[in-house]
């Protein structure tokens, strides 16, 4: 058939009609109508964190991951110590591009069904003053855990020590208040819950570091403090801007401020984490983590205990029926995620819980059940 299919994934994720629209127009890099388009954008991102007093915003073209590279290779001196506190895949990809990066690099190992913990990240600082910064993914898409943002802000702050946040599942879902919240940088992207289509970065640079972050990248492209100078000065992105991305995220930004903003989209999430925990519970299926732990944002399954069970059978199947999963992103167990984010509701969440409820018929498993209860 030929309709999108819904995407239950941490992004790309589904758009609404008016977004994509956006892109049908072409547009120059030096034109005005575009250069307001990019200053706009600026503008509503700060707005979201209740930022302009205390930030810049710096988009950068790329994936997340090249906003997040970025950031640690601008704000952290080349000879910084960071430390990573790890509870997931995301985390193990942030300390491993800043050892890319050549900054030195301590990870502390949570495991993925636990946030991370202020406690031991106060031990941490206390043990090594070389520490310089610290990495902290606030909602770890590995496996959905949401992490203590301000306890760990808090412990960074009475430190003096720098925080990086990756907030790239979270920002615009879940508050983040600049006013109450102190960080370096916080890095976001244009294709998750501001439900944009992907391809840009961007990230939050607190005012007070940006100076000293000149000359401190060894990359040129990565380089935010560059982007953000020559942006100041031309309203022109450096190099070639993704056009159409930037104006899908702009229609995507009004949407989401007519919405009613971030409070408006997490209790549309919630309502979408609601009704597919409850249907995906009505199958058999049970989530990984407790719940006073998960963001709701991507939920982590088990997968069934049928021997029947592979997920990329189980994966064809539901996309048979219309709607995308994804696979598991842990070591140790059997899984599958579903995600609750997209310009999608709870009547799209409850047709997905049918079409795994199909896709376990087509399959010929009974139930959603995994062979171990518990964890
Ligand atoms: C999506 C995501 C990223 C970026 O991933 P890309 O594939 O580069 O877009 C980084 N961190 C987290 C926590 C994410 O959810």
Redesign the pocket.
């Known amino acids: 058939m030929d309709r999108d299919k819904i995407l239950l994934t941490?992004?790309p994720l589904t758009t609404t009609l008016r977004t994509k629209l956006a892109m049908l127009r072409d547009w120059g890099s030096w034109d005005s109508d575009f250069n307001a388009v990019t200053a706009r954008v600026r503008k509503s991102l700060l707005a979201i964190i209740n930022g302009q007093d205390s930030h810049v915003v710096v988009p950068l073209q790329?994936?997340?991951?090249?906003?997040?590279e970025a950031a640690v290779a601008t704000i952290v001196p080349r000879e910084g110590h960071v430390l990573v506190l790890d509870n997931g895949a995301?985390c193990k990809?942030?300390a491993r591009l800043t050892n890319l990066m050549g900054r030195r690099c301590t990870v502390v190992d949570f495991g993925d069904h636990e946030q991370v913990s202020p406690a031991v990240l106060d031990e941490k600082l206390k043990a090594d003053p070389s520490i310089t910064h610290v990495i902290v993914?606030?909602?770890?898409?590995?496996a959905g855990v949401l992490n203590p943002l301000q306890a760990l802000a808090d412990v960074c702050a009475a430190h003096g020590k720098g925080l990086i946040v990756?907030?790239?599942?979270?920002f615009a879902a879940i508050e983040i208040d600049a006013r109450k919240l102190k960080f370096d940088a916080l890095?976001a992207?244009s294709?998750?819950c501001l439900e944009g289509v992907?391809g840009m970065?961007f990230v939050f640079i607190r005012k007070a570091i940006l100076d000293g972050c000149a000359g401190q990248s060894q990359s040129l492209a990565m380089d935010l403090h560059d982007q953000y100078t020559y942006m100041e000065k031309t309203g022109q992105w450096r190099f070639t801007p993704p056009t159409h991305v930037v104006v899908a995220l702009a229609e995507a930004i009004a949407q989401f401020e007519a919405e009613g903003g971030q409070p408006a989209r997490l209790a549309r999430y919630t309502a979408n984490y609601r009704a597919l925990i409850d249907g995906m519970g009505r199958l058999g299926f049970m989530p990984f983590l407790d719940p006073s732990i998960q963001a709701p944002?991507?939920v982590t399954f088990h997968a069934p205990g049928d021997a029947r069970y592979e997920f990329k059978a189980f994966y064809n199947a539901a996309r048979a029926h219309g709607f995308i999963l994804y696979p598991g992103k842990l070591t140790q167990v059997e899984t599958f995620r579903v995600g609750c984010i997209g310009a999608i509701g709870p009547d799209e969440i409850n047709q997905a819980v049918h079409a795994v409820e199909l896709a376990l018929q087509d399959l010929g498993i009974a139930s959603g059940e995994p062979a171990i209860q518990g964890d």
Do not use: L, N, W
Request: charged share 15%; proline share 6%; glycine share 20%.
């Open positions: 941490p992004g790329g994936s997340g991951t090249f906003s997040v995301y990809r942030a993914i606030h909602c770890e898409t590995g990756d907030a790239m599942s979270s890095i992207a294709g998750k992907p970065g944002i991507i």
